[in-house]
């Protein structure tokens, strides 16, 4: 399990490389892991995170005090698989992954 850090993200090739290399399952927070080549990921959509960071930027362009805007929780989450890895580590993957998946890597 990777964590998501700025450093790990700029090494996703790495990390997935030397994953593949050790036979090692990987699971990782953004879908450009398995991108990469990586298993799976799991994890917020940056996408409606940057959205909701213009929708902040918006707010307070517009007159509001940053204190007195709520905190929020991420909503909306990415599953992605990488059937390429899976099958390069011997690994079978069960259908009802594949239907919960927003993209699967063939």
């Given at each position: ?98 239907l919960r998946a927003d993209k699967v890597i063939d």
């Amino acid at each position: 399990m990777v964590g998501t850090d700025g450093f790990f993200i700029t090494r996703r090739h790495q990390l997935a490389a030397l994953a593949a290399l050790h036979a090692i399952p990987g699971v990782y927070p953004f879908p450009d892991y398995p991108t990469a080549g990586g298993l799976l990921s799991y994890g917020v959509s940056l996408m409606d995170a940057y959205r909701q960071a213009g929708v902040y930027a918006g707010r307070i362009l517009k007159g509001s005090k940053p204190a007195d805007l709520p905190i929020t929780q991420p909503t909306k989450f990415e599953f992605v698989i990488n059937v390429w890895t899976a099958k390069a580590l011997d690994l079978t993957i069960p259908p009802s992954f594949h239907l919960r998946a927003d993209k699967v890597i063939d």
